[in-house]
């Protein structure tokens, strides 16, 4: 997985992209279905600011104002390791 901070920011948003390709159907399903799946890993969520989750023929794309839930940690317990994350981008 490769991951991007920046050095400075007062923003606490975070996004990500992931090829689809490099997934299987059940990591896909538990992405759109994080809110109630991570729960089965021990991953906390707070419903104040879900992600907002997009999908094309080719990638998943996910972002969120205010990172409550650690998608990059749900990620590695799916064995998701090719995502690339921006926080506060």
Same mark, same amino acid.
């Given at each position: 997985?490769? /991951?991007?901070? +920046?050095?400075?920011?007062? +923003?606490? +948003? #975070? +996004?990500? /992209?992931? &090829?689809?390709?490099?997934?299987?159907?059940?990591? /896909? &399903? #538990?992405i759109f279905n994080y809110k109630e799946e991570s729960k089965d890993y021990g991953i906390p969520y707070a419903d104040t600011d879900p992600w907002g989750l997009e999908e094309d023929d080719r990638f998943i794309t996910g972002f969120t104002s205010l990172d409550n839930f650690d998608m990059q940690e749900y990620f590695t317990v799916l064995g998701i390791l090719t995502a690339k994350f921006d926080d506060n981008h």
């Open positions: 997985m490769k /991951i991007r901070t +920046s050095l400075v920011s007062n +923003s606490s +948003s #975070a +996004s990500f /992209i992931v &090829d689809k390709h490099l997934l299987s159907q059940d990591q /896909i &399903d #538990a």
